[in-house]
Nanobody, 121 residues
């Protein structure tokens, strides 16, 4: 019932910046925590950053002080500002959201389709 649509990926040189966006859309739902994960070829998916509905954040040590996660609750949108990008950051970045249909008390973890980020050296 809920779809996550990501945008903002692309090709940048090392040291550059990108801003990823992910908007949750659908009917009769609420969004709790949201986050960003990434997966490089041959590697497992890893957490990049999360943000709770109240605004508290958590970052992987590898991106702390370079990436910033924010959200706009009115738009059900989460952002990831990525600065000082490194080639090892090349991966598919996936948006995650914990959503709750208003008709239930269950929380489901939804995933976006992923957006490619490529950092050249």
């Amino acid at each position: 019932q809920v779809q996550l649509v990501e945008s903002g990926g692309g090709l940048v040189q090392a040291g550059g910046s990108l801003r990823l966006s992910c908007a949750a859309s659908g009917s009769a739902f609420s969004v709790n925590a949201m986050g960003w994960y990434r997966q490089a070829p041959g590697n497992e998916r890893e957490l990049v950053a999360t943000i709770a509905s109240g605004g508290s954040t958590n970052y992987a040590d590898s991106v702390k002080d370079r990436f910033t996660i924010t959200r706009d609750n009115a738009k059900n949108t989460v952002y990831l500002q990525m600065n000082l990008l490194k080639p090892k950051g090349t991966a598919v970045y996936l948006c995650n959201a914990d959503v709750c249909p208003l008709s239930t008390r269950r929380v489901y973890k939804n995933w976006g389709q992923g957006t490619q980020v490529t950092v050249s050296s």
